[in-house]
C-alpha cells in the first residue's frame, strides 16, 4: 500500500484561500437534537445548518492570501511569531490520578487579565506583580511554565473548582507532544472563553509529561491510553452532576478524545464533543509524513523529536537500568515502559520518522511488534463507530500532516451522531485568516456555544 515516494510538487487543486465546507452525510442523515423549552427535535446537520451558518454545507470562508496552501498554513502556525497574539492568561493545577500519577489542568483566568492590568493592544501586563504571585505558589522542584501561566494558590483553586456552579465546562486536548503553549491551543482557549459574553469555563489538560508538567510514574501517553481522560471527566462530573460538560481535541488530541468516546458509548458522560484535525488512521498519516516530499521534510522531524524532547526532559523519571528486567509481559492493560534507556534516547536524537520512535518505545510497552502494529490498533477510526454523543468533525483536504487518506468518509455516513465537516483549505490546526486568527478555533467556541444555548 505504500509508495515509493512523491515527486515535490504542490497540488495545484489545492491552492488558493478561498475555503468552502462540504457536510459529509450517510442516507439516514444524523440523529436527532431536543430544544430546551420546545418539543421540537432537529437533526444534527440542519442545527449547524441553522444556528452555525458558518459551518453549513457549501458555507465559504476566507484565509490569508500568503499563505495559500496547506503546507504553507501549516508551517506558519508552527513556526510564526505569536507571541503577541492569543494572550491567554492560566492558573495551573495538579492533577493527580489514582495510579500515581500526574498531569497539569491549566484553566483559563479571564478575571486576570483585570487583576495583572492587561492592555491588549500592546500586549502589555504587569509582569511583576505576577512574578511574585508566581514565586509564591510555585511548587519546589517543578519547572519554570510559559509565559502568563502559574500556579494557583489554594484559595484560588477552590474558587476555580466552585465555578461549576454557574458555567459550564469545556476540556481541550492538546496535540502531540503540546500543551496550553501552543499557538492554536491559546487561540482555541481565548475564543471559548469570550464566545456568548464568557459563558464557558475552560481549561486544558496537559497530557503527563507534556507543557513542562512532570513525570512522576514510569508511564507516559499513548493514544490508546485514555484512562487519564476519563478519570479527569468523570471528577468534573462527580463534581458538579448537572454542570453542561464539552471536550474538544486537536489533532492527537481528537485521536484520543475520539478513541475515549467510541469506548464510552452510550456511557460518556459529555454533552457533545469537537474534533480538530484528527489524524483518524495513523498508519495512512506515517505514511504521508513518510513518502510524500514536502510532508517529510518539513514536519516528519519536527514531530519525531517533539516526541524524543518529551523523553529526554522527563528522563530522569522514565529512564530504566541497562539490565533492568520486565517483570511481566507487556500488555495494553498492564503496559511497561521498559526501553526508556539511555542508549535508546541517544539512538531517538538520530531519528528522522516518527515510526522509529514508537518502534523503540511505545509499541514495546504494549507488548506490540513494532509502530506500524501499534498505529492500526491506536487509528480512532475503529472507534467511530461506537460514538453516541453529538460531534462535530473538522478535516481539511489540504492537511499536510495526515493527508486527505484518512478522512472517515463511509464511517461518519454511517454513524448518525457525528457530523463530518470537510474543507478544501486549512491544513493542519491552521486555518489562518489574514490577520493570523484561526478560523478553525472560531467554528468549534460557535459551535458549542450555541450547542449550549439551545440544545437540552
Known amino acids: 500500500m505504500f509508495r515509493s515516494g512523491y515527486y515535490p510538487t504542490i497540488t495545484p487543486s489545492h491552492w488558493g484561500y478561498n475555503g468552502t465546507v462540504k457536510h459529509v452525510l450517510g442516507?439516514?442523515?444524523?440523529?436527532?437534537?431536543?430544544?430546551?423549552?420546545?418539543?421540537?427535535?432537529?437533526?444534527?446537520?440542519?442545527f449547524v445548518t441553522k444556528h452555525v451558518p458558518t459551518l453549513k454545507d457549501g458555507a465559504n470562508f476566507r484565509l490569508n492570501s500568503l499563505l495559500f496552501t496547506g503546507y504553507l498554513q501549516t508551517l506558519y502556525?508552527?513556526?510564526?511569531?505569536?507571541?503577541?497574539?492569543?494572550?491567554?492568561?492560566?492558573?495551573?493545577?495538579?492533577?493527580?490520578?489514582?495510579?500515581?500519577?500526574?498531569?497539569?489542568?491549566?484553566?483559563v483566568m479571564p478575571e486576570w487579565e483585570e487583576k495583572y492590568s492587561?492592555?491588549?493592544?500592546?500586549?502589555?501586563?504587569?509582569?511583576?506583580?505576577?512574578?511574585?504571585?508566581?514565586?509564591?505558589?510555585?511548587?519546589?522542584?517543578?519547572p519554570?511554565?510559559?509565559?502568563?501561566?502559574?500556579?494557583?494558590?489554594?484559595?484560588?483553586?477552590?474558587?476555580?473548582?466552585?465555578?461549576?456552579?454557574?458555567?459550564?465546562?469545556?476540556?481541550?486536548?492538546?496535540?502531540?507532544?503540546?500543551?496550553?503553549?501552543?499557538?492554536?491551543?491559546?487561540?482555541?482557549?481565548e475564543d471559548l472563553s469570550r464566545v456568548g459574553d464568557g459563558k464557558f469555563q475552560v481549561v486544558v489538560l496537559n497530557a503527563r509529561g507534556c507543557s513542562r508538567s512532570k513525570v512522576t510514574t514510569r508511564r507516559i501517553f499513548t493514544a490508546l491510553h485514555t484512562g487519564d481522560v476519563r478519570e479527569f471527566l468523570n471528577h468534573q462530573r462527580a463534581l458538579f452532576?448537572?454542570?453542561?460538560?464539552?471536550?474538544?481535541?486537536?489533532?492527537?488530541?481528537?485521536?484520543?478524545?475520539?478513541?475515549?468516546?467510541?469506548?464510552?458509548?452510550?456511557?460518556?458522560?459529555?454533552?457533545?464533543?469537537?474534533?480538530?484535525?484528527?489524524?483518524?488512521?495513523?498508519?495512512?498519516?506515517?505514511?504521508?509524513?513518510?513518502?510524500?516530499?514536502?510532508?517529510?521534510?518539513?514536519?516528519s522531524r519536527t514531530l519525531t523529536q517533539f516526541l524524543t524532547r518529551t523523553v529526554?526532559?522527563?528522563?530522569?523519571?522514565?529512564?530504566?537500568?541497562?539490565?533492568?528486567?520486565?517483570?511481566?509481559?507487556?500488555?495494553?492493560?498492564?503496559?511497561?515502559?521498559?526501553?526508556?534507556?539511555?542508549?535508546?534516547?541517544?539512538?531517538?536524537?538520530?531519528?528522522?520518522?516518527?515510526?522509529?520512535?514508537?518502534?523503540?518505545?511505545?509499541?514495546p510497552s504494549m507488548g506490540m511488534p513494532d509502530g506500524l502494529t501499534y498505529y492500526r490498533k491506536a487509528s480512532s477510526i475503529n472507534r467511530l463507530p461506537s460514538i453516541e454523543i453529538p460531534t462535530l468533525i473538522i478535516n481539511a483536504t489540504d492537511d499536510p500532516v495526515t493527508g486527505e487518506n484518512v478522512i472517515p468518509y463511509k464511517q461518519a455516513k454511517e454513524n448518525p451522531s457525528v457530523l463530518l465537516c470537510e474543507t478544501d483549505l486549512g491544513g493542519h490546526l491552521a486555518y489562518l485568516d489574514n490577520e493570523n486568527n484561526s478560523w478553525l478555533t472560531k467554528q468549534a467556541a460557535e459551535f458549542l456555544s450555541t450547542f449550549d444555548e439551545l440544545v437540552l
Open 27 to 46: 442516507e439516514k442523515g444524523t440523529k436527532t437534537l431536543a430544544f430546551k423549552g420546545s418539543k421540537n427535535q432537529v437533526p444534527l446537520h440542519e
Open 77 to 107: 502556525l508552527s513556526g510564526g511569531d505569536f507571541s503577541k497574539k492569543f494572550q491567554v492568561f492560566y492558573g495551573r493545577e495538579i492533577v493527580k490520578f489514582t495510579d500515581g500519577g500526574v498531569c497539569t489542568a491549566d484553566w
Open 118 to 142: 492587561f492592555n491588549g493592544k500592546r500586549a502589555t501586563y504587569n509582569e511583576k506583580l505576577f512574578s511574585n504571585d508566581e514565586k509564591a505558589t510555585h511548587p519546589k522542584d517543578w
Open 144 to 189: 519554570r511554565l510559559h509565559p502568563r501561566t502559574r500556579y494557583l494558590s489554594s484559595k484560588e483553586l477552590q474558587r476555580c473548582h466552585s465555578a461549576g456552579d454557574s458555567y459550564p465546562l469545556v476540556v481541550i486536548l492538546h496535540g502531540l507532544a503540546g500543551g496550553s503553549h501552543e499557538p492554536l491551543i491559546r487561540a482555541l482557549s
Open 241 to 299: 452532576p448537572q454542570r453542561k460538560l464539552y471536550t474538544v481535541g486537536t489533532s492527537f488530541g481528537a485521536a484520543m478524545l475520539t478513541n475515549y468516546l467510541g469506548e464510552e458509548g452510550d456511557n460518556c458522560p459529555l454533552n457533545a464533543a469537537v474534533a480538530l484535525s484528527n489524524p483518524w488512521d495513523f498508519v495512512h498519516t506515517w505514511d504521508k509524513l513518510a513518502h510524500d516530499w514536502w510532508s517529510n521534510h518539513i514536519f
Open 312 to 363: 529526554k526532559v522527563n528522563m530522569k523519571e522514565l529512564q530504566v537500568p541497562d539490565d533492568f528486567k520486565v517483570s511481566h509481559k507487556p500488555t495494553l492493560e498492564k503496559p511497561v515502559f521498559y526501553t526508556y534507556t539511555q542508549e535508546n534516547l541517544e539512538k531517538a536524537e538520530k531519528f528522522t520518522d516518527i515510526l522509529e520512535f514508537d518502534s523503540l518505545f511505545t509499541a
